[in-house]
């Protein structure tokens, strides 16, 4: 059990519970609705929220493990996304050259 002692949730709850606020804000709603054309999922931050106060409360196994399992899949949603572009190793080689402003292609 000392190992569980020691652990801590990996963000305090009142992150999830303003997590969850900013989900259910008129302004996040519409935003999804527009970008997605979906409403934004909300209940796994209210969920969340619960399992950490019941993890601070009696340092619960099931909600310890319910964050873990939760944050897992947070991370793994991220990393299924590609980047948009391509990231560079080093600086193009004219980077020092001036900008053609001002002047029109012929």
């Not at 969340?48 to 873990?68: P, R």
């Amino acid at each position: 059990m000392a190992g569980s002692e020691a652990w801590r949730p990996p963000r305090t709850c009142e992150d999830y519970w303003s997590e969850f606020r900013h989900c259910k804000s008129l302004w996040n709603r519409f935003h999804h609705f527009y970008t997605f054309g979906t409403h934004p999922a909300c209940k796994q931050w209210k969920e969340d929220y619960a399992n950490c106060k019941e993890w601070e409360k009696s340092h619960s196994t099931q909600a310890q493990d319910a964050l873990q399992e939760s944050e897992r899949h947070r991370v793994a949603e991220q990393k299924k996304f590609t980047p948009v572009w391509e990231l560079r190793k080093e600086p193009p080689k004219d980077w020092h050259m001036p900008l053609n402003q001002g002047k029109e292609d012929s």
